[in-house]
């Protein structure tokens, strides 16, 4: 199992809709969670984190995440065109004495108007 | 206020060549982390520097890669010598920790776009 996975994707949502994107990940340790958003030819920057289950909300969007079942989700309600992005799972592993931050493949969202 | 800087945001040069990438992190950061971004690979660590101290360079493909952080606003990644497969966005991200590895956010710079023909 790969340590953090992403729906391949890609997603298209029209606008108006709630879009929704999860994660999975290896590591029961984990204890920091991140969703990062880049658009094309950008960096990435980060719209949520979350370290506790349950849900966070922040306007739009809600992180969920549920670490019994090892997965993390965002929420993206009222999806504007302006969300069109890919956006990344990110989680912190820890690897032989240390931690790091792992990075999902990305989902690639489109909203369409 | 400044975000973390990366120099150059574009490099094209020919396999063999030595690249040079810089990066200033957000004053007040002490974890510096360097990663590559390619399309088959996403974006995949390759060290990270903890107080200006090398603490994880197991992403590092090869010796062919390096990387320094002399002081708390500079570091560099060097490619030596430079392969066609080297051909990626390199970024730059700093954050703030008391511990080897920080939960904070990382923040990102702008990458660098990085082609060996």
């Known amino acids: 199992q790969k340590e953090v996975e992403q729906n391949s994707g890609p997603l298209s949502v029209p606008e108006g809709a709630i879009a929704s994107l999860n994660c999975t990940y290896s590591d029961r340790g984990s204890q920091s969670f991140f969703w990062y958003r880049q658009y094309s030819g950008k960096s990435p920057e980060l719209i949520m984190s979350?370290?506790?289950?349950g849900d966070k909300e922040d306007g739009r969007f809600t992180a969920q995440l549920n670490k019994a079942s090892q997965y993390v989700s965002l929420l993206i309600r009222d999806s504007q065109p302006s969300d069109s992005a890919t956006y990344l799972c990110?989680?912190?592993?820890?690897?032989?004495?240390?931690?790091?931050?792992?990075f999902g493949k990305g989902m690639k969202l489109t909203v369409n108007p | 206020d400044a975000g973390v800087i990366q120099s150059p945001r574009h490099e094209v040069t020919e396999m063999g060549q030595e690249v040079t990438l810089r990066c200033k992190p957000i004053s007040g950061h002490n974890s510096l982390f360097w990663y590559r971004q390619t399309m088959m690979r996403g974006l995949e660590l390759l060290i990270y520097?903890?107080?200006?101290?090398?603490?994880?360079d197991s992403g590092m493909p090869e010796d062919r890669f390096s990387a320094k952080m002399p002081n708390a606003s500079f570091s560099t990644l060097k490619i030596q010598p430079s392969e066609p497969r080297d051909s990626a966005v390199y970024f730059c991200?700093?954050?703030?920790?008391?511990?080897?590895?920080?939960?904070?956010?990382?923040?990102f710079g702008d990458g660098t776009r990085l082609s060996i023909l």
């Open positions: 520097f903890n107080n200006n101290v090398p603490i994880d």
């Open positions: 979350i370290y506790s289950n």
């Open positions: 991200a700093s954050t703030f920790g008391d511990s080897s590895y920080s939960n904070q956010p990382q923040h």
């Open positions: 990110a989680v912190n592993i820890f690897h032989g004495g240390s931690e790091k931050l792992v």
